[in-house]
T-cell receptor, first 109, second 115 residues
């Protein structure tokens, strides 16, 4: 069974703080890793993807991957109230993409 | 920016009826996907489709489901003999080519309500 685990939250951070979201996965053959943001009632929106161990930065977002530990994380710097959403971790192995249940983030003004 | 479009946005169907959900993938994309999300639950992979055949499918995608590329633009998901538990959001996605590493962009989804 290929599992992707996330803390469901809610994670609450003040505006301007760093939000840290974590994800672990069970399938060692996983090749690519994605973070999606999903607002209530909307479709998932791609934020970041990462393929190699280490960090990848894009604006306020940094994705971190550690394949040995089967761990992916997303850091959001200078969090804004508009970042309040559910963040989905997704792990892909040969076009079979598995999602975590998501972490609900609330950024308080 | 090109988008994946899905129709209808909301479909209400009586239990036992057949339903067809439609998707128009991004025009130069070759790989297509269907996912579902039951209210309050995680997004679940159903099927991927390439070169007019199913590439991968999950354990959810049983004989009740089928997919088709009826023409050069549409990609459809058919659910036969719908059940109450088929009520969910159904999302379509596409990628330019083969390879699990390519980011998938989702359409806005179809909310399917089975009565």
């Amino acid at each position: 069974q290929k599992e992707v685990e996330q803390n469901s939250g809610p994670l609450s951070v003040p505006e301007g703080a760093i939000a840290s979201l974590n994800c672990t996965y069970s399938d060692r053959g996983s090749q690519s890793f994605f973070w999606y943001r999903q607002y209530s009632g909307k479709s998932p929106e791609l934020i970041m993807f990462i393929y190699s161990n280490g960090d990848k930065e894009d604006g306020r977002f940094t994705a971190q991957l550690n394949k040995a530990s089967q761990y992916v994380s997303l850091l959001i710097r200078d969090s804004q109230p508009s970042d309040s959403a559910t963040y989905l971790c997704a792990v892909n192995n040969n076009n079979d993409m598995r999602f975590g249940a998501g972490t609900r983030l609330t950024v308080k003004p | 920016e090109p988008e994946v479009t899905q129709t209808p946005s909301h479909q209400v169907t009586q239990m036992g009826q057949e339903v067809i959900l439609r998707c128009v993938p991004i025009s130069n994309h070759l790989y297509f996907y269907w996912y579902r999300q039951i209210l309050g639950q995680k997004v679940e992979f159903l099927v991927s489709f390439y070169n007019n055949e199913i590439s991968e499918k999950s354990e959810i995608f049983d004989d009740q489901f089928s997919v088709e590329r009826p023409d050069g633009s549409n990609f459809t998901l058919k659910i036969r003999s719908t059940k109450l538990e088929d009520s969910a959001m159904y999302f379509c996605a596409s990628t330019p080519g083969r390879g699990g590493g390519q980011p998938q962009h989702f359409g806005d989804g179809t909310r399917l309500s089975i009565l």
